[in-house]
């Protein structure tokens, strides 16, 4: 793990830290590295190196990294699709809102499969391509922003045109992302409600409602998948 006591202020995040305490519930054995695909600025790879206590090593296919999250974790440039890391490398894998940027994202599992060791665990979430709305809880970005991405969502829908492949932030249903991870790891535990009753822990009424609605596939505007190799 990289080791320092350096000011964390500018790397917090509420979800990822919660999502950490879930990996931390649902992945009992000791972690000592993990890998993030698809890492972006790399701050998430930073927290989750503080929040799990592990080395966490991240790629990213362009290098705009965070200078202070270079700090906490190890970020380079890489393909998904070919990851230069060699068999049974990591503890654990986790991609976060990227496998709907990967043309090839069957590809991209399978060598997230290919690194990761014998009983090491993953956490993967997109979009959700069945959500009515998007990017509600979203940071930095303000309500115009937010309702302009919907407006662009929903044209794509009704121009045929709601597809990753096309260049929408489609992502997938849970249907489809289910499947796609089942081509490729034995244990595909589905973890959306998990994580939404996590992030909303204070609204624990409102989400038991939109559990027993029978329309929470709609509503919930990502999804989440976790298992073992």
């Known amino acids: 793990m990289i080791q320092n006591n350096l000011d964390m202020s500018a790397l917090m995040d509420s979800k990822t830290e919660k ?13 000592k590295n993990l890998l993030v695909v698809g890492c972006g600025s790399g ?3 930073a927290i989750l190196s503080q929040q799990l206590n592990v080395e966490v090593s991240g790629i990213d296919i362009e290098a705009e990294f965070d200078e202070q999250a270079l700090k906490y974790a190890k970020l380079r440039r890489g393909d998904a699709t070919a990851l230069e890391f060699e068999d049974n490398s990591f503890d654990f894998v986790f991609s976060y809102h990227a496998l709907e940027h990967i043309s090839e994202p069957r590809k991209a599992l399978r060598e997230m499969y290919r690194v990761l060791k014998k009983g090491g665990g993953y956490w993967i979430g997109t979009p959700n391509k069945s959500r009515l709305v998007g990017y509600i809880g979203g940071k930095n970005t303000s309500f115009a922003e937010k309702m302009r991405w919907n407006l662009a969502d929903w044209k794509a829908r009704l121009n045929g045109k709601f597809q990753n492949e096309l260049g929408a932030h489609a992502g997938f249903t849970a249907n489809e992302l289910h499947f796609l991870l089942s081509e490729v790891f034995p244990v595909v535990n589905d973890m959306t409600e998990t994580y939404f009753f996590e992030i909303y822990a204070n609204r624990q009424m409102m989400m038991k409602l939109i559990a027993q609605s029978g329309f929470s596939r709609f509503i919930y505007p990502s999804v989440y998948f976790s298992g073992v190799k």
Do not use: D, K, S, W
């Open 19 to 31: 999502v950490a305490r879930i990996i931390r519930r649902i992945h009992q054995p000791e972690l």
């Open 43 to 45: 701050i998430e790879a």
